[in-house]
């Protein structure tokens, strides 16, 4: 199946869905056929994904998009981009460009990412991982909020890891315990407010 971003067909189910879990969604194959994604969101500007990392893996390029990877079944992942070795960590994650020649190395067991592509010129990405406790509000200004560790419920609905809220105009509450949290913000490109 293809990853074009603009790709449409077999994701009518989920695109009036505002809270996705990795379960809700069909694994395909990376555009190179070297791994496999789970797509859980995606509009005209972006798509939100949980990528499977198994050994050495060298990723499809992807020019004209910014991406964002962060760890998510384990702590840390190794990537190369561009020839340069990086520790990539859950608290973190990383920023990089489509056409960076990215090589990850992880255990072959398995280990899952959260993966975000963004095309560069309809929009910016930026992002924010924090450890909470206790109930958490949802900014409803927020694009996508990413549940990477810990248990929590929205809505009486339990959360596993990978699971994503995307925007929606109603205020929700995320109750848990200790959850780690990504929230992405992607501010139309030109936007002046922007920074």
């Known amino acids: ?40 969101a995606k509009r005209l500007a972006w798509r939100l994904s949980i990528a499977e990392l198994r050994g050495r893996m060298p990723f499809s390029a992807f020019p004209g998009i910014d991406r964002v990877l962060i760890p998510l079944s384990a702590p840390t992942v190794a990537l190369a981009v561009d020839g340069v070795e990086r520790r990539v960590t859950r608290e973190r994650g990383i920023r990089f460009r489509g056409e960076a020649r990215v090589v990850a190395t992880a255990d072959r067991g398995g280990v899952s990412v959260v993966n975000l592509m ?13 450890l909470h406790r206790g109930p958490v509000r949802v900014d409803p200004a927020a ?32 109750v848990c315990e200790a959850a780690l949290i990504a929230r992405f913000d992607l501010t139309p490109s030109g936007d002046e407010t922007h920074t």
Do not use: C, H
């Not at 095309?119 to 930026?126: N, Q, V, Y």
């Not at 549940?147 to 509450?173: H, I």
């Open 1 to 40: 199946m293809s990853t074009d971003l603009g790709a449409q067909a077999g994701f009518a189910g989920l695109a009036d869905l505002d809270v996705v879990t990795p379960a809700d969604a069909s694994a395909e194959s990376w555009a190179n056929g070297l791994g496999v994604t789970r797509v859980l």
């Open 118 to 130: 963004v095309k560069r010129g309809l929009a910016e990405p930026a992002y924010r991982i924090e």
């Open 143 to 174: 694009t996508l909020t990413v549940l990477l560790a810990g248990a929590a419920t929205v809505d009486d609905l339990p959360l596993p890891p990978g699971s994503a809220l995307l925007q929606s105009p109603r205020e929700r509450r995320i």
